[in-house]
């Protein structure tokens, strides 16, 4: 059964760093797109970083340019995401997801969901 787990959360000050993990298993990791989302209270879930598993191609929101950077270890089955210079508004449930063949931020494309970790940055 295919099962994604993130970890890496936690809560930081603005301007800190965090790297969130998202380990996956029971499916090829040599195909298709895995993604990072966000869902802060009150708000619909956005897709933050995409990565395809493929060639490497990755995506990011406007709001996370420069200061996100997300890789894959295809041997390891992880997909990392590099959060730097963190601002209150990141804060939120970041969740990966897999299944979908290429990336997109559309979220009902992908078909298997982590739990989810929570990041909290304080002002």
């Known amino acids: 059964e295919a099962q994604l787990v993130e970890s890496g959360g936690g809560s930081v000050q603005a301007g800190g760093s965090l790297r969130l993990s998202c380990s996956a298993s029971?499916?090829?990791?040599?195909?298709?797109?895995i993604t990072w989302f966000r869902q802060a209270p009150g708000k619909e879930r956005e897709g933050v970083s995409c990565?395809?598993?493929?060639?490497?191609?990755?995506h990011y929101t406007a709001s996370v340019k420069g200061r996100f950077t997300i890789s894959s270890d295809n041997a390891k089955n992880t997909v990392y995401l590099q959060m730097n210079s963190l601002k209150p508004e990141d804060t939120a449930v970041y969740s990966c997801?897999?299944?979908?063949?290429?990336?997109?931020?559309?979220?009902?494309?992908?078909?298997?969901w982590g739990q989810g970790t929570q990041v909290t940055v304080s002002s």
């Open positions: 997801a897999a299944g979908a063949p290429f990336c997109t931020f559309y979220r009902y494309s992908y078909s298997h």
């Open positions: 029971g499916f090829t990791f040599d195909d298709g797109a």
């Open positions: 990565i395809s598993l493929s060639d490497g191609g990755t």
